[in-house]
Every structure is written in C-alpha cells, then in structure tokens.
C-alpha cells in the first residue's frame, strides 16, 4: 500500500510542477513583443515543460500565403531539417489551421494529405492557434501522445493564441 501511496504523492508533484512552468511560460508569452519571440518561447515549453522534443511553431504570413516555420525546436531540426512553408493543400496542418479544430494522429504516413510520405516523424498533434497559425508537436513512435501531452499541450496553445491575439490588438492601436 505505501508504494501505491508514494506513486500518487510522486506524479501529483510531477503534474504540479509542470503546471507551475506551464504558468510560467504562460506569463513569458504575455510578455512578449513579437510572434517570432512568441512562437520561440511555445516552443522552448513544448521541450522542456511538455516533455516534447519535436515541435514547431508555423505562423500564416500573407506575403508567402503560407503557414512559414517561426520557431522549431532542436530536435525537430535533427529528424526532419529545416520546416518547410506549408500552403494550402499540402498538408495536413493546413486542414487542421483552417478547420480550428485540435487534432491527434495516431501515424501520419497513413493519411492522404501528408506532407512527407516518408517523414520518421509518426504520431503528431496539431494544435490551431485561431487564425495566427498552428502548433505542431510529433514523436517518432506510432501512438505516442497521452492524454496529459495533449491537454497540457492545448493549454499552451490557448496560451500562445491569447497572447498573439493580444499583439495583434497592440498592432492595430
């Protein structure tokens, strides 16, 4: 019975401390005073408080008519290079960008709009952030998102959306 007690004390601990840096990149955004300061910071949580090395940030930009790569975390750099632009059509992140709605897939190869057929990235959540752009998080294992990653992980996205939305009311004053 004590190791089940501990267990319980030990993952409450974990969980609040990833909230308490969830929190506190939260206030970082907030803070922020452009979107690709924004886009570095989300990405820099989704490492190191989300546990989730391989992410990006894509932003739409009118002049590339295109979701173009803000900020990308090391190791998204290390399995699939630099991100490309992705524009309408060829992607599935472009689909979920437009719909708004969060997504998880369990294995990318197998659907049709994929970027990359044969991307070593396998598993991905897409998270829209309204009509700024997109938070992309992938692992290289087939079915690797819990439900913790992916509600922590729309936290961050809403987040990174509010402060976004806060710049762009800033721009227009």
């Not at 409450?12 to 308490?20: I, Q, W």
């Not at 922020?32 to 546990?51: F, K, Q, Y």
């Not at 990318?108 to 990235?121: F, G, S, W, Y």
């Not at 809403?158 to 800033?170: I, K, Y």
């Amino acid at each position: 019975r004590a190791h089940g007690i501990y267990t319980d004390i030990t993952e409450r601990k974990r969980r609040e401390r990833r909230l308490n840096a969830l929190h506190e990149a939260s206030r970082e955004l907030m803070a922020a005073d452009t979107r690709r300061e924004m886009a570095r910071i989300a990405s820099r949580a989704t490492c190191e408080v989300l546990g989730l090395p391989l992410n990006g940030v894509h932003l739409y930009d009118d002049d590339a008519d295109g979701l173009v790569p803000l900020a990308a975390s090391t190791g998204t750099r290390e399995v699939v290079g630099d991100p490309p632009t992705l524009r309408e059509g060829e992607s599935i992140a472009w689909g979920v960008f437009e719909s708004g709605e969060p997504s998880v897939y369990g294995d990318v190869r197998t659907e049709p709009t994929v970027h990359d057929p044969e991307t070593p990235i396998r598993s991905e959540l897409h998270l829209p952030l309204g009509d700024h752009g997109i938070l992309l998080i992938g692992s290289t294992t087939v079915d690797d998102f819990e439900e913790a990653d992916v509600s922590l992980a729309k936290v961050l996205a809403a987040n990174l959306q509010a402060a976004l939305d806060r710049l762009g009311r800033e721009r227009a004053l």
